[in-house]
């Protein structure tokens, strides 16, 4: 069975510093993809960046950036320039491609101080 | 953008009580879920609805039924509650995912979630 792993809990940056989050999965598939998602404090759970892994070039979407390391089945969130707004849980979730079902990580609390 | 609203952001019921939580989507996706979210749990999987009146048990159905009357609207029903049963609820949505189909990358989207307290 698949499965999703963050060993960090909880995590603390300072504004404007770069923290990266740690994720890793297990599979036996090939097709797949995964993705990192935010929630903030009482809001809605929003999607951070989408990783196909069938995609050797890792995916960026402005301050928010993936190392995918296929082989070693790792897949961690480099965040950049942090910012007071970025403190969230950070959740880590994996779909195999045709299916509908995510198995998502236990999440890591991001604390930002000014 | 897409909209997942659950109607009920926080409730507290009574052990024994029947409890429904309801929730909305606007984007005619085919696919809807209910998990069920845990400090050092992560979210899990409770029920999934690819269709209307079609469901399929997630990890964790005990305790819980569901209802797909219209495919924008899957409810989550407690038909017991149980102080086990307090947690935070989260709804989603996401298009049709198709295994021989073009590339498929869509997402899921959620709803602001239902924080339940079962006393």
């Known amino acids: 069975a698949q499965t999703v792993t963050q060993s960090q809990p909880e995590m603390s940056v300072q504004e404007a510093e770069t923290v990266t989050l740690s994720c890793t999965y297990d599979?036996?598939?090939?097709?797949?993809?995964l993705f990192w998602y935010k929630q903030p404090p009482s809001r809605q759970m929003i999607l951070v960046i989408r990783q196909e892994a069938y995609k050797q070039q890792n995916a960026t979407e402005n301050r928010f950036s993936v190392n995918f390391q296929k082989a070693a089945k790792s897949f961690s969130l480099k965040i950049s320039d942090s910012q007071l707004g970025d403190a969230a849980m950070y959740f880590c979730?994996?779909?195999?491609?045709?299916?509908?079902?995510?198995?998502f990580g236990t999440g890591t609390r991001l604390k930002v101080l000014a | 953008d897409v909209k997942v609203t659950q109607s009920s952001r926080y409730l507290v019921k009574r052990t024994g009580e029947k409890v429904f939580l309801e929730c909305v989507q606007d984007m005619d996706h085919e696919n809807m879920f209910w998990y069920r979210q845990d400090p050092g749990l992560g979210l899990r999987l409770i029920y999934f609805?690819?269709?209307?009146?079609?469901?399929e048990k997630g990890d964790i159905p005990e305790g819980y039924s569901v209802s797909r009357e219209k495919k924008e609207r899957f409810s989550l029903i407690l038909e017991s509650a149980s102080t086990n049963q307090t947690s935070m609820y989260l709804c989603?949505?996401?298009?049709?995912?198709?295994?021989?189909?073009?590339?498929?990358?869509?997402?899921?989207?959620f709803g602001e979630g239902s924080w339940l307290t079962v006393v």
């Open positions: 609805s690819y269709d209307v009146k079609m469901k």
């Open positions: 599979t036996s598939e090939s097709d797949y993809y």
């Open positions: 979730a994996y779909r195999r491609r045709g299916t509908y079902k995510y198995i």
């Open positions: 989603a949505s996401s298009p049709q995912s198709l295994p021989l189909g073009p590339e498929d990358g869509n997402t899921i989207y």
